[in-house]
Structure formats: structure tokens, C-alpha cells
């Protein structure tokens, strides 16, 4: 079946501590991104890319890191200081040129 | 002002009622409209994209109204199943990108 698999699901750290999101897809999708979503807010761009190599921030990217070196994955690294980490992390994937993004199921980030 | 705003509900609706949401977006370039779907603690599904002419796609109804920059979905014949919240999306252009801007979404609950 083809989609985006995102893990772990539910990701726990200590404040200070980096900490790295998978996205994979195998829906042969040439962007990426990846959102933050938090209780009562709608999902706001942490950072996307066109195409293999390439990304570009978007508009809360302070505190985050991605790379883009296969088609398939783009991982995010919430560094410490991202000063308030904890939310729900959607990546998303579209065909290059459209606007139809579809998403994985989320991993959900605790900062304790 | 938000650059796209949502009623946040919740609506509370029987089973069969028919229920109508509202959006207003900022941007008068925005080309592309969308509503996605999303579940309790669930990733957004796009529900359908919006066109100018307005578009049906079984129970659900959407319109678009540019020049008041207004998008609306309606919901015939309503299912407990139909409970999640809405997310009215457009697209923004920005820096050479096309990028997808979320409202906060509506929030329906459908009782029996």
C-alpha cells in the first residue's frame, strides 16, 4: 500500500535534548513538509522541500533542522531551542505542482 | 487577523440535520481551496477541493465566493460519523513556492 509512515507515534525527552521525527513515502511524491499542530491552532509550516536536496523554511522554522537527501524521507530534528516543543508533528507529501498535500499519521512530541 | 478564520464550533447537530461552515481568507491571489477532514487525534484527509463553480460530492456541498473571499461546505443528511473537524485550507504564493495555509478548523459533533 502506498502512504507516508510517520514514528514513533508518541515521543517522549528531556528539555534540552535534540530529537529526530522520521516521514517516509513511498508515494512517489517529489515535496514534502513538515507542520506543527497545537490545541485549538491550525497547522502552521515548519519547513518543505520541492525536490530531493533542497528545502526551504517556512513559517515557524526557528529551533527545527530538516534534510532532504532521498526522495523517499525527510526527517525533522527539533533541536533545544525550539523554546516550546511539544505538539503534534504532521508531515505531509504532493505531487510536484499540485496542492493537494496528504499527510501521515503524526507523531506526537512530549517534552517533560 | 488570521489569514484564513473559522467559526470553531462546536456544532452540535442530530443525525439528518443539515449543517453549513463558514471560512474567510485574507489573500485575494489565493488560486486553490480545499477542505480536509480531521479526526480526534488523527492526521488531516482531504475532504475535496473547492472551485469556483462550487462542487458536490455526495452529502457534502462546497462553494466559493471570491469576491467576498468566502468558502463555505455543506453537509446534507448529517451521520455520527461525520463528527471531526473541518479545516478550510488555501494556497498561498510566496517566495517562488506554493504553500498551503490551514484555518483552525470547525469542530461538528453529530448526536443520535
Known amino acids: 500500500d502506498g502512504g507516508i509512515t510517520q514514528s514513533p507515534k508518541y515521543l517522549f525527552r528531556k528539555e534540552g535534548q535534540n530529537v529526530t521525527l522520521s516521514c517516509e513515502q513511498n508515494?512517489?511524491?517529489?515535496?514534502m513538509y513538515w507542520y506543527r499542530q497545537d490545541p485549538g491552532q491550525g497547522l502552521r509550516l515548519i519547513y518543505y522541500?520541492?525536490?530531493?536536496?533542497?528545502?526551504q523554511k517556512g513559517d515557524i522554522a526557528e529551533g527545527y533542522s530538516v534534510s532532504r537527501e532521498k526522495k523517499e524521507s525527510f526527517p525533522l530534528t527539533v533541536t533545544s531551542a525550539q523554546k516550546n516543543p511539544t505538539a503534534f508533528y504532521l508531515c505531509a507529501s504532493s505531487k510536484r505542482g499540485y496542492n493537494e498535500q496528504f499527510f501521515g499519521p503524526g507523531t506526537r512530541l512530549t517534552v517533560l | 487577523r488570521k489569514e484564513v478564520e473559522q467559526d470553531p464550533g462546536p456544532f452540535n447537530v442530530p443525525e439528518g440535520a443539515t449543517v453549513a461552515f463558514n471560512c474567510t481568507y485574507s489573500?485575494?491571489?489565493?488560486?486553490?481551496f480545499f477542505w480536509y477532514r480531521q479526526d480526534c487525534r488523527k492526521e488531516p484527509k482531504l475532504l475535496m477541493s473547492?472551485?469556483?463553480s462550487g462542487n458536490e460530492d455526495g452529502r457534502f456541498t462546497a462553494q466559493l465566493n471570491r469576491a467576498s473571499q468566502y468558502i463555505s461546505l455543506l453537509i446534507r443528511d448529517s451521520k455520527l460519523s461525520d463528527s471531526a473537524t473541518y479545516l478550510c485550507v488555501v494556497n498561498r504564493f510566496s517566495g517562488g513556492y506554493n504553500k498551503l495555509i490551514f484555518g483552525a478548523g470547525t469542530r461538528l459533533a453529530v448526536h443520535p
Open positions: 508515494l512517489n511524491h517529489d515535496a
Open positions: 489573500n485575494s491571489a489565493s488560486q486553490s
Open positions: 473547492v472551485y469556483s
Open positions: 522541500s520541492q525536490i530531493v536536496n533542497d528545502f
